[in-house]
């Protein structure tokens, strides 16, 4: 394998050493160069040898000193500099299998590479890895990789995940924690697959294994099932005994490792009726891309900014905020908070019944344009309509069902200022002051 030079930045290493545009990189040190984690990883040395192929065909090698884990400089097509690799399972909860057709092609994606593990923290399945692969991981410690481990039983694996080999795949989890590997996990409970005994024996395993850590978020649940295996939501009776179950494993962590390592997802809190917990239980916040811990974090945040701000009547503003339903009592009880400090300020928070997915989803991050716009063009908006930057894709520009942002922004007649979850950026934006304070 090899890799062609897309460009060589100006004045870096390899540009000195007369790397060029368009030639191909061969190897490193004596290291064939396959992808983003070889070159990443080969690259950290003082001393390199590169073996270059140029445009002629001609194989020559290029010699390069730099202070050590510094960039080469080398640019490649893709940040891969190779094609994703996509999901061989067919998961009974996948629910990219439950978009509604017509979306953009990107949405229906299913990856499953353990480079985007490594580069952004995506969750693969262990299905899809080669034995070099797995060999990689351990020659170069690559940490932490995180895995959708759902059950550690490899009868209800396969069954859960459609795929003869899932259950084979858990061998992995033990050889990369026998050689220090750092597992971040996840669980997509689903009641009565991997719920109540089943998840008691994938939580023991797990910590047997000496995983970092252990996310479990209910299974979601669009109106696009059809032709799809049959799965219940959660009702309040098995969301309490998922929390329960969950607590209580955590506190036997806590006394035993120093830390919980297993978290329930904010939508088991909420589904359960239980408070969700404060900031401290959640330590560093490690799962909160799981939606782990976000309220408890947003809460904690937003009033230590509230407390810090002084009182004051000068600031006239009325504003919006519009999510999720699960979200909607959590932000209406730091809002009220806001306006008892800021008497001229009002906030309106409008829960949106998610229509497009269906109202089993009640998430802020799956609130669609149309959605939004149907439910607000007749409501008072005020100065700015605040929404979560998890609606859009990363460009900040387009919801799930392509509707444009400046689309909701000219039909509601309003601006619309996409947010974090992050307290401070929220009260700032909700005074005005955003780009003063931010």
Not at 59 to 86: A, C, I, N, Q, W
Not at 167 to 173: E, N, S, V
Not at 351 to 371: A, R, T, Y
Not at 399 to 414: A, E, G
Request: with cysteine.
């Amino acid at each position: 394998m090899a890799v062609i030079i897309k460009d060589v930045m100006r004045n870096s290493y390899a540009y000195r050493a007369g790397c060029e545009k368009g030639d191909t990189l061969l190897s490193i040190n004596g290291n064939d160069i396959v992808d983003v984690l070889d070159y990443r990883f080969y690259q950290l040395n003082s001393d390199l040898e590169l073996k270059i192929r140029d445009q002629k065909g001609v194989v020559h090698s290029v010699k390069v000193r730099k202070p050590e884990y510094e960039e080469l400089g080398l640019e490649f097509d893709t940040y891969l500099m190779d094609k994703e690799k996509s999901c061989r399972n067919k998961c009974v909860f996948c629910f990219i299998d439950q978009l509604p057709k017509g979306l953009r092609e990107s949405l229906y994606f299913k990856d499953d590479d353990s480079r985007l593990s490594f580069l952004f923290g995506n969750y693969i399945t262990l299905t899809n890895l080669t034995e070099h692969e797995i060999s990689r991981i351990i020659k170069m410690h690559i940490s932490p990789v995180n895995v959708s481990v759902h059950t550690t039983n490899p009868e209800l694996r396969v069954r859960m995940m459609k795929n003869r080999f899932a259950g084979d795949a858990l061998k992995i989890l033990k050889r990369l924690s026998e050689h220090d590997i750092v597992l971040n996990t996840q669980i997509v409970c689903c009641p009565s697959w991997n719920d109540g005994e089943e998840l008691k024996r994938t939580l023991k395993d797990l910590y047997e294994l000496n995983v970092n850590l252990i996310g479990v978020v209910p299974v979601g649940l669009t109106k696009y099932r059809e032709g799809l295996e049959k799965l219940e939501p959660f009702t309040v009776e098995k969301a309490r005994e998922t929390v329960d179950i969950l607590e209580e494993f955590g506190e036997m962590c806590l006394k035993t490792r120093g830390k919980r390592i297993a978290y329930a997802a904010d939508e088991l809190y909420i589904k359960a009726g239980y408070e969700i917990p404060d900031a401290s239980f959640y330590g560093d916040f490690e799962a909160i891309e799981n939606g782990i811990g976000l309220v408890a974090q947003l809460r904690e945040d937003f009033r230590d900014e509230l407390d810090w701000r002084e009182a004051d009547d000068s600031i006239k503003r009325t504003v919006s905020i519009a999510c999720g339903v699960s979200a909607a009592p959590y932000l209406r009880e730091l809002m009220d908070e806001a306006e008892q400090k800021f008497p001229n300020v009002k906030v309106n928070v409008y829960p949106i019944v998610n229509e497009f997915f269906g109202e089993m989803i009640n998430v802020s991050g799956l609130i669609v344009g149309k959605d939004l716009i149907n439910q607000l063009k007749n409501k008072p908006l005020g100065d700015a309509l605040l929404i979560s930057s998890a609606m859009l894709r990363f460009e900040n520009d387009l919801f799930l069902d392509d509707v444009h942002i400046d689309d909701v922004k000219r039909k509601l007649n309003t601006e619309v200022i996409p947010i974090n979850n992050d307290g401070v950026m929220l009260l700032s934006a909700v005074l005005g002051k955003e780009e003063e304070d931010v």
